[in-house]
């Protein structure tokens, strides 16, 4: 037997990383797998993770609303359909010319509103259910409610739960592999003798 695999020590002390390390980190990687499960489905999910992008009545934008009309209709329908208490500071604008549409994004809240680029017609008011779950897939959701800036929590858990997968990978192959060549020499010795 080679001596680095030989150590039982390295063993014992790989094998309680490994078992420390899924137990405190066990709820973590639950979420991040079912919130990964969901965004990976919003496409399929008839409307309810995402909504589905409407028609307007024409492509281009040569015959379109200007930008600024397109945004106080976006904003007065907040008030109106939604909450007159929600912010109207957008996020972004979601320009899409091949579909005659501008979805309009919401940047303190979860709401967005698809307007027609040529009439200024609502064409749908979505919740916006995907953005949450992918906030909190990427826990930049504590970013968004405790108003940090520049997202360090975000930075912080993506940078810590990429580190404890890659310690769970190195230390639970380390656990399957030296067995697989303790018992492959062994029956090598075996045959030998």
């Known amino acids: 037997m080679t001596v680095f695999y030989k150590k039982r020590n390295i063993n014992r002390i790989f094998r309680k990383i490994h078992r420390i390390s899924s137990i405190y980190l066990l709820f973590f990687f639950l979420m991040t797998a079912i919130t990964g499960t969901l965004l990976g489905l919003k496409k399929h999910s008839s409307g309810y993770l995402l909504a589905n992008t409407t028609t307007g009545s024409v492509a ?9 009309s397109l945004y106080s209709i976006a904003q007065e329908t907040l008030h109106k359909s939604i909450s007159p208490k929600l912010s109207p500071k957008i996020s972004r604008m979601d ?18 509103i698809q307007l027609d680029g040529s009439t200024g017609k609502v064409l749908r008011i979505e919740r916006r259910r995907s953005d949450i779950i992918e906030m909190i897939h990427t826990g930049l959701i504590l970013d968004f409610y405790f108003k940090t800036g520049n997202e360090p929590i975000k930075a912080i858990y993506t940078t810590s739960m990429g580190l404890a997968l890659l310690t769970l990978l190195i230390t639970g192959f380390w656990l399957w592999w030296i067995p697989k060549l303790r018992k492959k020499e062994s029956s090598s010795e075996n045959h030998l003798a």
């Open 95 to 112: 320009i899409r010319p091949d579909n005659g549409i501008v979805k309009i994004l919401f940047a303190n809240h979860f709401w967005a």
């Open 60 to 68: 281009g934008i040569s015959n379109w609303l200007p930008v600024d």
